[in-house]
C-alpha cells in the first residue's frame, strides 16, 4: 500500500523540483512528521529538510500574530466588556463566564468565515427583538437589559479584535481573518513554492489563501478524494471538495492532480456489534492478539470517543512490543485530578464544618492516604465510633500526629474564599506528596503531579496579570477549564509499532489495517449539539457550518480512513440505553447499502461468556475449635436474637457469634431504625425503672409527658452523640420517637382511666437462666434483657416492646413443631417464649400469667397476647395463659434447637433468604 502523502513526494520529486525549497502545509503537526518520514524513504540523496507547517502555524506565520489560548482569550474579553458596560450593569466575573465561552466561540466563527461583522450582529439583535418582545410594546428593565446585551455585540467583537491586534495576538479566528487579509504580503516576501495536501473542510478564510495562492503562485494543492466520492454527488465524503472544483476559478481551467481509485478495491470489512465500551475495549485486545508484529505496524486504532484510552490500554495484549499513542492522556483522567477536586468540593460549600464523607474521601485518598496511614484509619474509626457527622477543622487536625498536621491544615484549614491563598495552600500540599512520591520513586505519579504544579503556576500569573478571580468558584472554574485542555504526551517512536490515535489525528495518514471504535450516532458523526449563540436560519444565510458540514466532516474521515486500508474492523456499542449508549452509526448502514463488489463485509455480534453458576448454599463443618467456641457461647448465654438469628439462617449465626463479625461501623447521619428503637427504650426505661414495685398512676404518668421532649433529646445524645437532630430526616424521626411515647403514654392513661391496676415488676432487667439438657454434658444458659414486667389486675404480664409494626396474627402459634424451624411466622413467640422461659427458671411465675408485644405503630391493637391455637384457622377458644403446659412444650423445641446448634455433626448450613426482616 502507498500512502497519500507517499504519492504527492514521488509525483514532486519526478516533476525535478528541488524539495527543499518547497513549503508543504498540512492539517496536522503529525502529517508533516509522516511526510518528513516518507520523504526520508524516497530520496537516496542527502538534502535540507523543507519547510513543513500546519495550517495553524502557516495562518500564524502570515498573520503575524500568536494564538493565546481560550483562558487567556477570556480575561480579556472580560476587560473588554467593563470597558463597554456601566459601571452599575456590569454582571461579575462568574456570570460573565456563563455567556461569554460561547460568544468567543462565535466570535471565531464569524473571523473564520470572514463576515462583516457588523452587519451579522445587527441582524442577530433583529432576529432577538422579533423573536421574544415582537408584540409587547411596553419592555421591563430586564428585556431592555437583555436586548443591550445583543446590541453591543459589534462593539465587543471590535474592541477586542483591535486589543489582540495590539498586542499581536489572537484567537484562532482572528488568526485566520488576518492571514487572508495579509497573503498578498505574504507573497511578495515568500517566492517559493506552497504546496497544501490533505485537506477537505476550508472555512473562507483557508478558501481566500487557497485560492489566492493558487491563481498567482505556482502553488498546488493535492486534495485526497477518490473518484467513487466524486462521481456521487450525494455522497458527503466529497461535499466540500466538489464544491471547491465547482465554484473556484482556478479549477475551471485546472483538474485535480491524484485523483485516486482505491477505495472499490479489495478489503475485508468486520462490523462487530460489542454491548458497553468496556466490551469494544476487550474485545479490541482479543483482536490485536491474533495479529504478528508485522500486521501489528500496518495497523491504526482510531477511537471515536476518545476517553475510551484507559480501558483500551488495559486490554492491549501482551506481545505488543512498540506502541505510539498520538493523542496524548487527559490531565483529567489522572488519579490525583479526583484529589484536588474534592478540596474545591468542601471549599466552595463555605460550610464552618465539613462534612465527615468528604473529609474521609479526602484523608483516604490514594494521593495522600500513603502518608497519612495508619492516623488516617484512626481517624475514619474515630469518626465512626463518636458518630460524628460534620467536623471543624481544629478537631480533624488534632486527629493526627505533629508531623503531619501540615497537610491536614493546607487541606482544611478555610481558604477564606480568596484564589491566592487555595493556590499558596495546592502548591503547599503538591510539595508534600512529592516528597513521599520521591521516597518511593513513583515517577508515573510524579509526572502527573508536575502536571497539576504547573496548571497552579498557570493559575497564580493569570491571577497576577488578570486580578479577576475574586472567588474559590471563579479558580474552580479556571481549573476545570485548564485541565481539560491540558494532557500528558506519551513517549513513543512515531513510526513503529501499533499506531493509537482519535479521528482528527488520522487526517492525511493511510493504514493498512484500520480499527474503529464507537462508531454511533452521536459519536461518529457526533450529532446536532451546538454550543453558539447563532440560530440555525442565519448561519444558513451565512454560510456557516451547520450539523450538515459538520457531518460531512466525519463522513470524509470515515471514508478516508477506509480508502487504502486492506482489512477494516469497525466496532459500534449495541447498548441502546444508558450511559454512552447509543443506535448503530449511518455509516454503517451506507457502507452495506453502497458495498463495492470487491467488498467483503462481515456482519458480528459480540457478547461476553457468562457462564452460568448456580448459587450453591454453603455449609459449614463443625470443627473441634467451633464446637469450643459453642460452649463458650452456651456457657455465657444463648439470647432469644442469637436463637432466632440461627432459625432465619444458620450461616448468619455462624458469621456473627461463633465468629464475631459485625457489620462495619459506620457514621449514622440519619437515625437507623435499630437507634430509633434503643432511644425508645432507653427512653420509658428512664421513666419507669424509679417506680419498679409501685403502682403507677395517672400523675405519675402526667409527669412523664411533661418530660418527653428533654428525655428524648438526653437519650439521642447518648445513642446518637451529638449529630444535628433539627434538620432534615433526623428532625423527621426524632418527632416519630416523640409520637411514639407520647402515644404509649396515653395508651397507659387509657388504661389507668378505664380502672386498671397497673404495678410495675422488672423493667429493662437483664436475665440469665440454666437449661438442663439430658444430651449435652456441658452449661447451657440463656439471657436476655426483659423490657417489662408488670402485674394487671392480678395478671402478670410478660411485655416485649417492638418499634415496628406487629399484628396479633403474629404471636400466635399452632404447631409447636414450626416454632424453631420457621422465623417468619414464629419468630416474634419464640422470642416471648424465652423470656417467660427465663423469668420462670430464674424466678416461679405466680399464676396467672400472659406474655405478649406492644407494638408501638400497632397501638390501637393494645398488648398483643401470645396464644396457642389448636388449629391454624381456629378464631376462638384460643389459650392466652402461659402455664407449665406451654413452657414445658416450648423447652422440648427450644432444647431441640440448641441441642442442634451444639451438635458436631450438624453443619451450618445457609438458608435461603428471600426477602430481609428486622424488628427492634
Not at 459601571?87 to 468567543?104: G, P, R, V
Not at 452587519?119 to 439583535?125: H, I, P, R, T, V
Not at 411533661?706 to 449529630?723: C, G, H, N, P, W
Request: charged letters at 25%; proline letters at 4%; a negative charge.
Amino acid at each position: 500500500m502507498r500512502s497519500f502523502i507517499s504519492r504527492v513526494l514521488q509525483h514532486i520529486l519526478t516533476s525535478e523540483e528541488n524539495i527543499s525549497e518547497i513549503t508543504f502545509i498540512l492539517p496536522s503537526k503529525r502529517a508533516g512528521a509522516y511526510l518528513i518520514n516518507e520523504l526520508s524513504k524516497l530520496s537516496n540523496n542527502s538534502m535540507f529538510a523543507p519547510n513543513i507547517f500546519s495550517i495553524e502555524e502557516f495562518t500564524e506565520e502570515v498573520s503575524g500574530l500568536k494564538t493565546v489560548d481560550n483562558t487567556i482569550s477570556l480575561f480579556e474579553f472580560f476587560e473588554v466588556y467593563q470597558s463597554c458596560t456601566p459601571k452599575d450593569e456590569q454582571e461579575d466575573f462568574d456570570t460573565f463566564m456563563n455567556w461569554a465561552q460561547t460568544l468567543i466561540h462565535d466570535f471565531n466563527e464569524v473571523d473564520r468565515y470572514l463576515i462583516d461583522h457588523r452587519a451579522f450582529f445587527n441582524y442577530l439583535s433583529e432576529i432577538q427583538d422579533q423573536k421574544h418582545w415582537f408584540l409587547q410594546e411596553e419592555k421591563t428593565d430586564l428585556i431592555e437589559n437583555y436586548l443591550k446585551f445583543w446590541h453591543k455585540l459589534p462593539e465587543f467583537y471590535e474592541k477586542l479584535s483591535d486589543k489582540f491586534r495590539s498586542k499581536k495576538q489572537g484567537y484562532q479566528g482572528l488568526i485566520y481573518r488576518q492571514a487572508a487579509e495579509k497573503i498578498p504580503e505574504y507573497i511578495q516576501e515568500n517566492l517559493q513554492k506552497h504546496v497544501f495536501i490533505g485537506f477537505n473542510a476550508l472555512n473562507a478564510a483557508e478558501e481566500k489563501i487557497f485560492q489566492y495562492m493558487l491563481e498567482n503562485t505556482t502553488a498546488e494543492v493535492f486534495w485526497d478524494m477518490d473518484e467513487i466520492f466524486l462521481q456521487d454527488r450525494e455522497h458527503g465524503a466529497s461535499l466540500f471538495i466538489r464544491e471547491y472544483m465547482e465554484k473556484w476559478p482556478y479549477y475551471q481551467n485546472h483538474s485535480i492532480p491524484l485523483t485516486t481509485e482505491e477505495y472499490a478495491g479489495e478489503k475485508n470489512i468486520e462490523i462487530a456489534g460489542v454491548p458497553k465500551n468496556i466490551g469494544q475495549a476487550k474485545y479490541l485486545g482479543e483482536i490485536l492478539a491474533t495479529m504478528d508484529q508485522s500486521e501489528l505496524e500496518k495497523t491504526a486504532v482510531v477511537l471515536g470517543e476518545e476517553d475510551l484510552l484507559l480501558p483500551v490500554l488495559n486490554s492491549l495484549p501482551p506481545h505488543i512490543a512498540a506502541l505510539n499513542i498520538t493523542m496524548g492522556f487527559p490531565l483529567k483522567n489522572a488519579p490525583i485530578t479526583s484529589f484536588f477536586e474534592k478540596l474545591f468540593h468542601i471549599h466552595l460549600n463555605k460550610e464552618k464544618e465539613y462534612y465527615y464523607k468528604d473529609v474521609i474521601s479526602i484523608i483516604n485518598h490514594p494521593a495522600i492516604a500513603p502518608i497519612l496511614n495508619p492516623h488516617a484509619a484512626k481517624a475514619t474509626a474515630k469518626i465512626s465510633k463518636e458518630n460524628i457527622v460534620y467536623l471543624k477543622p481544629e478537631k480533624l487536625i488534632s486527629f493526627f500526629p505533629e508531623d503531619l498536621q501540615y497537610l491536614i491544615t493546607y487541606c482544611f484549614t478555610d481558604w477564606q474564599d480568596a484564589p491566592k491563598l487555595a493556590l499558596q495552600n495546592l502548591q503547599d500540599i503538591i510539595f508534600e506528596i512529592k516528597a513521599h512520591l520521591k521516597s518511593t520513586e513513583n515517577n508515573l505519579g510524579l509526572e502527573f503531579l508536575c502536571q497539576f504544579h504547573v496548571l497552579f503556576n498557570k493559575l497564580e500569573n493569570l491571577n497576577e496579570l488578570y486580578p479577576h478571580i475574586k472567588t474559590i468558584k471563579s479558580l474552580h472554574g479556571f481549573f476545570r477549564e485548564i485541565m481539560s485542555t491540558q494532557s500528558l504526551d506519551f513517549q513513543g517512536r512515531p513510526f513503529n509499532g501499533l499506531q493509537l490515535m482519535g479521528m482528527l489525528e488520522s487526517r492525511a495518514l493511510d493504514f493498512e489495517n484500520v480499527i474503529i471504535t464507537s462508531v454511533n450516532e452521536g459519536v461518529l458523526p457526533s450529532g446536532k449539539s451546538s454550543n453558539s449563540f447563532i440560530p440555525y436560519d442565519l448561519k444558513k444565510a451565512y454560510k456557516l457550518p451547520t450539523y450538515r458540514e459538520k457531518d460531512a466532516v466525519y463522513t470524509y474521515h470515515f471514508y478516508r480512513l477506509l480508502q487504502r486500508a486492506k482489512k477494516v474492523t469497525l466496532l459500534y456499542n449495541t447498548e441502546s440505553s444508558g450511559l454512552n449508549a447509543g443506535e448503530k452509526s449511518r455509516f454503517l448502514t451506507q457502507l452495506e447499502i453502497e458495498k463495492q463488489p470487491k467488498h467483503q463485509i462481515l456482519k458480528k455480534s459480540i457478547a461476553p461468556k457468562v457462564s452460568a453458576n448456580p448459587k450453591q448454599l454453603q455449609e459449614i463443618q463443625k470443627t473441634p475449635e467451633i464446637i469450643e467456641r459453642i460452649k463458650s457461647l452456651a456457657a455465657s448465654g444463648f439470647s432469644p436474637s442469637a436463637l432466632t438469628t440461627y432459625i432465619r439462617n444458620p450461616l448468619d449465626f455462624y458469621h456473627q457469634y461463633v465468629l464475631g463479625i459485625r457489620e462495619q461501623e459506620e457514621v449514622e447521619e440519619t437515625v437507623a431504625y435499630n437507634t430509633l428503637g434503643t432511644v425508645v427504650h432507653d427512653t420509658l426505661q428512664e421513666f419507669y425503672e424509679p417506680y419498679a414495685n409501685q403502682l403507677i398512676s395517672e400523675e405519675i404518668i402526667q409527669k412523664f409527658l411533661k418530660r418527653v421532649d428533654k428525655e428524648i433529646k438526653l437519650q439521642f445524645e447518648k445513642s446518637y452523640t451529638r449529630a444535628p437532630m433539627d434538620r432534615g430526616q433526623n428532625l423527621l424521626i426524632f418527632e416519630v420517637a416523640k409520637r411514639y411515647l407520647l402515644n404509649f403514654l396515653k395508651y397507659e392513661q387509657t388504661r389507668l382511666k378505664r380502672g386498671d391496676e397497673i404495678e410495675i415488676l422488672q423493667i429493662e432487667k437483664n436475665l440469665k437462666a440454666p437449661l438442663k439438657i439430658s444430651e449435652l454434658n456441658f452449661p447451657i444458659f440463656i439471657r436476655g434483657k426483659v423490657d417489662r414486667v408488670e402485674k394487671t389486675n392480678g395478671i402478670t404480664r410478660i411485655i416485649d416492646y417492638k418499634t415496628g409494626k406487629v399484628e396479633q396474627n403474629k404471636i400466635e402459634i399452632s404447631d409447636w413443631e414450626a416454632i424453631a424451624t420457621d422465623y417468619d411466622k414464629y419468630s416474634k413467640s419464640f422470642q416471648v417464649l424465652t423470656y417467660a422461659t427465663m423469668i420462670n427458671e430464674t424466678k416461679r411465675l405466680a399464676q396467672p400469667v400472659e406474655a405478649g408485644i406492644i407494638s408501638f405503630k400497632n397501638l390501637k391493637g393494645g398488648f398483643l397476647k401470645f396464644c396457642k391455637k389448636d388449629t391454624p384457622n381456629q378464631r376462638s377458644a384460643k389459650k392466652y395463659e402461659i402455664n407449665e403446659d406451654i413452657l414445658e412444650s416450648f423447652k422440648i423445641e427450644l432444647n431441640k434447637l440448641i441441642v442442634e446448634i451444639c451438635n458436631p455433626e450438624v453443619p451450618f448450613t445457609e438458608k435461603e433468604i428471600k426477602k430481609s426482616y428486622g424488628s427492634f
